[in-house]
């Protein structure tokens, strides 16, 4: 890298697109971020693609003054994130995201045609609904099939965003992995089989680019609207969870990053493939490397149940304050907690949160409790699973918004015999990460 140019690592979550400048020394020297919302209705959970578009404006806009200096772009996605996508890379329908269940018939269908034992040899996942984004276009094809005939291609997030900075049609092995189309037991390929049996045409699917290669340049367009170099090497990037990995330092089979935020995640580094019903696998962004998951709703049911049972705290008091003084005294509960908020991103069947245990002497502090018991207490249930099948490595690498000192207290009681390493900004720290491994 030259003495005044900089790397442009972009993390696009869920609910806000953050991006980050990377010296020459690959240090992280500033960040910007804008927020945007998912709408959801009875089953379905989408969001506008267009709108991640603005808020990438918005970002660039309070960067302009380094972004002349910008040597290479990485982004990072959440996923998945299904778009059906016209010839020139405009959404013809929200992106069907993650938590989106509309398509449990397709699911079964789809299960019930190809048969879990290859879904599992090939994709190493189950197509679960949503969260395997084939059921999800197995739906348009079924409920909105001028949309699915009109689609040129059937991408995630980074499909669209690479598209519309570079004018290069793309997708990354840690995406295609959750698209149940994708050989990720082999990292791969897509699969003609898989396709072929769900009539699926491939040729609706975009090329397959590794994680750490480049897939295009800046194009004028985008470089007249943000301030960036006309030709500003683009690098494919990965899945937002991968990339963390990358930027906490898992690279190795064994290793384990938790991602405490808006969901609380579990991710683990496989030398080799393992697929399970019960979690997801990925491949990881450094080739022949595998990453497992295991997800729910974390940070999105604490908010939920301080807007509805702690109405007269503010947002402050109850993190920084009552959670904080709870968390340090209370070391059991009698109340249990279900954590399907947002369903069970590992089952065909729709589950439901619920309390249990509760007797007229239970408390506001004892729901609250067994909320965080039952998030997190997953992770640990999904730690001794995985203590079975391979060697797992001392140290937890925490990183998320939901990271704090309470938090970590409280994760160090739960996590007995691990060491609890907080990090920081990991998504952007790992495109720098695929960045360096180019530019070398």
Not at 33 to 59: D, N, R
Not at 271 to 284: G, V
Request: net charge positive.
């Amino acid at each position: 890298m030259n003495k005044k140019s900089y790397i442009l690592a972009i993390d696009i979550g869920t609910s806000s697109l953050k991006a980050g400048l990377f010296n020459k020394s690959y240090q992280l020297f500033v960040v910007r971020q804008a927020e945007y919302s998912y709408h959801s209705f009875g089953m379905c959970v989408q969001i506008e693609p267009e709108e991640i578009w603005k808020a990438f404006l918005k970002v660039m806009d309070g960067l302009r003054d380094y972004l002349s200096q910008v040597e290479t772009v990485v982004p990072c996605v959440f996923s998945p994130a299904l778009i059906a996508l016209d010839e020139d890379g405009n959404a013809l329908y929200p992106a069907i995201i993650h938590w989106d269940r509309r398509s449990v018939k397709q699911a079964k269908e789809a299960l019930a045609k190809v048969g879990k034992e290859k879904f599992l040899h090939i994709a190493g996942n189950i197509p679960y609904p949503g969260g395997i984004s084939v059921t999800s276009i197995l739906w348009l094809k079924e409920k909105e099939k001028q949309i699915f005939e009109k689609a040129f291609k059937f991408g995630h997030m980074n499909t669209f965003f690479v598209k519309r900075l570079t004018g290069r049609w793309s997708i990354d092995p840690t995406n295609a992995s959750l698209t149940g189309l994708y050989n990720t037991v082999a990292y791969s390929d897509w699969s003609e089989e898989i396709a072929r049996e769900l009539e699926i045409p491939l040729e609706k699917l975009p090329p397959v680019i590794p994680s750490t290669e480049i897939v295009g340049n800046v194009t004028r367009e985008v470089a007249r609207s943000t301030g960036m170099r006309c030709g500003t090497p683009v690098i494919m990037g990965s899945n937002d969870t991968s990339s963390a990995a990358l930027g906490a330092g898992v690279l190795k089979g064994g290793q384990i990053l938790n991602i405490s935020g808006s969901s609380e995640i579990l991710t683990i580094c496989m030398d080799r493939p393992i697929p399970h019903e019960k979690y997801y696998l990925r491949t990881h962004p450094l080739l022949n490397k595998w990453l497992m998951f295991d997800i729910t709703t974390g940070g999105f049911a604490l908010e939920w149940f301080r807007s509805q049972f702690c109405r007269e705290m503010s947002k402050e008091e109850f993190y920084s304050s009552y959670l904080r003084k709870l968390m340090e005294k209370k070391m059991s509960s009698s109340v249990n907690f279900n954590p399907y908020l947002a369903g069970d991103r590992t089952s065909l069947r729709q589950k439901k949160a619920s309390f249990s245990g509760l007797t007229l002497s239970s408390s506001r502090d004892d729901c609250v409790f067994a909320l965080m018991e039952g998030t997190v207490g997953r992770m640990k249930k999904t730690l001794k699973k995985m203590a079975k099948l391979i060697d797992l490595d001392r140290t937890i690498y925490l990183t998320g918004g939901g990271v704090n000192e309470t938090l970590m207290s409280y994760r160090r009681r739960l996590f007995s015999g691990f060491n609890i390493v907080a990090k920081d900004n990991c998504s952007l720290k790992g495109c720098a990460y695929m960045a360096k491994m180019k530019l070398g």
